[in-house]
C-alpha cells in the first residue's frame, strides 16, 4: 500500500460517525425528478458538500431547461485528469405502504442505513466526497485533478443532459471516469461495470372517441385499448423474437474479452431467483449465454399499460383512450434514433398509424475497454480493500448516459460503489450496510492515490 494511506484509512474510521451522518443528511432530503420534488435543495446541498473540502469551487451549471448538473474542478498534483458521474435525484418512494420505515428518515437498524436513494445514488455520491476529506486531511492535496458531474434527471433518462454536453463539452475530457454505481453481489465479491446498454424508451398513445362510452357500444365504436394491444402484438414474437424490421441489424458481437469476463463472473442465478420468487429464466437459459443475452442483445419489454376503469368491482366502460410505456434496451451497435424510427415505420405499415408515438429519455449504448488504466486501477485497489477479485461485467444490462460523458470524449470508465445483492435499488426499503459504506469510502481513496500514481 502506498505510503500515507493507512493514515487515510485511520482518518476515515476515526470520522466514521460523521461521515455515516452526512449522508443521513443527503437522504433526509427528497430530490425526485420524476415529481420535481426538492431538487434544488438537492443539489444546493451537494455543491455545499464539496466546496466545504476547500480543494476547488462546485457550482450548479443549467440543462437547457431541466434540473442542474453539480459540477465541481479540484486541482491535484498529478497530471491526470480523475471524472465522478452522480446524480443527485432518486425514483419516487411510492408505494409508502411496503416501507418498513419512513422513506425519507434515513433509519439505521441491524447495520443497514435505510432511505430512498441511499444506495442509487447519494451514498456513492457522499462516499467519494468523503474519500477526498479523507486525502485532503492527511495529505493537504489530491494525486490528481478530480472533477464532479452530479446530474438531477437520471433516473428519467437524462433528458436534458446533451444540452449540457453541447454547452460545456470543454469541461469533460479526461483520463478515467468512475461511474455512479457499483456494489457486492450474492458472493460478496465487487462487481464493476465497465459500460451499460442504451436505451429507445416509448409512450404510445390512442385515441377514440372524446369521452368514455358505455360498454354496449362496442360493437361499432373503436376501443383504443384493444388498439394498442393489436399493436403491441406485432411488435414481439411469443418466442422473444423482436419483429420490427432491421432490429438487430446493427448489433454487434460481443468482443472475446467480454465473453471470457462473462465465463469468469461467478453463477449467481439461483439466489437471483429464489429472492424474486422465480423458478427458472426464460427459455430455461442459463449461464454465459444468458448473460451474453442480457448484455450483448436488445430487449423489449411493456413497462405499464392504462386505459379504461381499473378500480374494485366492475365498471361497463369503453375506454376513449389508452396508453403504454415500452422499453428497449440497446446492444452495442444499436442507435435509440433508428429503433425509434424502425418502430414508427413498423406500425403505420401495420395499419396502426392511428398510435402517437413518444420518445422519452433515449440513451446509446457504451462499453470502455477492459485494460484501460482506470480499470486497473480499481482491479487492483478492490483486491487491497476487498481482499479478492472483483466481478468485471464488461455491460451492464441497464442503461445510463455513460456514452454522452464517457464513450463521446474516449474516456474509459469503471463502476465502483457501496450497494449490494439485497440493495433494494428503486423498491420499497432500500438500504446500503454501513460497512460497505465505510469500505467503498476507502476504496475511492485506494483508487484516487493509485491512478493519480500511475501517470
Known amino acids: 500500500m502506498a505510503e500515507g494511506m493507512q493514515a487515510i484509512f485511520d482518518y ?19 430530490s425526485v425528478a420524476a415529481q420535481s420534488l426538492g431538487m434544488q435543495e438537492t443539489a444546493e446541498m451537494v455543491v455545499s458538500s464539496i466546496n466545504a473540502l476547500g480543494l476547488g469551487h462546485a457550482d450548479l451549471l443549467p440543462t437547457g431547461g431541466g434540473f442542474p448538473v453539480v459540477y465541481a474542478r479540484l486541482e491535484g498534483n498529478g497530471p491526470r485528469i480523475l471524472n465522478f458521474y452522480n446524480h443527485y435525484d432518486v425514483q419516487p ?13 434515513a433509519e439505521i437498524r441491524d447495520g443497514k442505513l435505510y432511505a430512498r436513494g441511499v444506495a442509487d445514488n447519494k451514498g456513492n455520491t457522499i462516499a467519494r466526497i468523503c474519500a477526498l476529506e479523507a486525502m485532503k486531511a492527511v495529505r493537504g492535496s489530491l494525486p490528481c485533478t478530480v472533477q464532479f458531474f452530479v446530474e438531477g434527471e437520471e433516473e428519467i433518462g437524462s433528458v436534458h443532459l446533451h444540452h449540457f454536453v453541447e454547452e460545456y463539452a470543454h469541461l469533460i475530457p479526461a483520463d478515467g471516469c468512475i461511474w455512479e454505481f457499483g456494489g457486492k453481489d450474492a458472493s460478496e465479491r465487487l462487481t464493476m461495470s465497465l459500460g451499460l446498454r442504451g436505451i429507445c424508451y416509448v409512450e404510445m398513445r390512442c385515441t377514440g372517441a372524446n369521452t368514455d362510452l358505455h360498454s354496449s357500444v362496442a360493437n361499432g365504436v373503436v376501443n383504443p385499448a384493444w388498439r394498442l394491444v393489436w399493436a403491441l402484438a406485432t411488435i414481439k414474437a411469443p418466442d422473444g423474437h423482436v419483429l420490427i424490421p432491421g432490429f438487430y441489424d446493427e448489433v454487434l458481437p460481443p468482443p472475446p474479452e467480454a465473453v471470457i469476463a462473462l465465463e469468469e463472473m461467478p453463477n449467481n442465478e439461483q439466489a437471483f431467483l429464489r429472492r424474486v420468487g422465480l423458478t427458472h429464466y426464460l427459455d430455461n437459459l442459463t449461464g454465459v449465454p444468458l448473460r451474453v443475452r442480457d448484455r450483448f442483445q436488445p430487449s423489449c419489454t411493456i413497462s405499464g399499460f392504462l386505459s379504461g376503469y381499473t378500480g374494485p368491482g366492475s365498471k361497463t366502460v369503453l375506454p376513449s383512450q389508452a396508453m403504454c410505456k415500452v422499453d428497449m434496451r440497446l446492444a452495442p451497435g444499436m442507435t435509440p434514433e433508428k429503433t425509434y424510427e424502425r418502430l414508427c415505420r413498423h406500425l403505420k405499415d401495420h395499419g396502426f398509424d392511428d398510435i402517437e408515438v413518444e420518445l422519452l429519455g433515449p440513451e446509446m449504448p457504451s462499453m470502455s475497454p477492459i485494460d484501460s488504466e482506470i480499470v486497473k486501477a480499481v482491479v487492483e485497489t478492490a483486491n487491497e480493500v476487498y481482499g479478492q477479485e472483483p466481478v468485471i461485467d464488461p455491460i451492464s444490462p441497464g442503461s445510463g448516459p455513460s456514452y454522452l460523458l464517457c464513450d463521446k470524449f474516449s474516456i474509459p470508465m469503471a463502476g465502483a460503489g457501496v450497494g449490494y445483492s439485497q440493495s433494494n435499488a428503486h423498491a420499497p426499503n432500500e438500504n446500503i450496510r454501513i460497512e460497505d459504506y465505510i469500505q467503498g469510502i476507502k476504496h475511492i481513496a485506494l483508487i484516487l492515490d493509485r491512478f493519480g500514481a500511475g501517470a
Open 93 to 105: 418512494a411510492e408505494p409508502l405502504d411496503l416501507w418498513q420505515s419512513d422513506p425519507w428518515g
Open 12 to 30: 476515515i474510521d476515526a470520522h466514521r460517525e460523521e461521515f455515516i451522518e452526512r449522508l443521513r443528511t443527503l437522504c433526509k432530503q427528497p
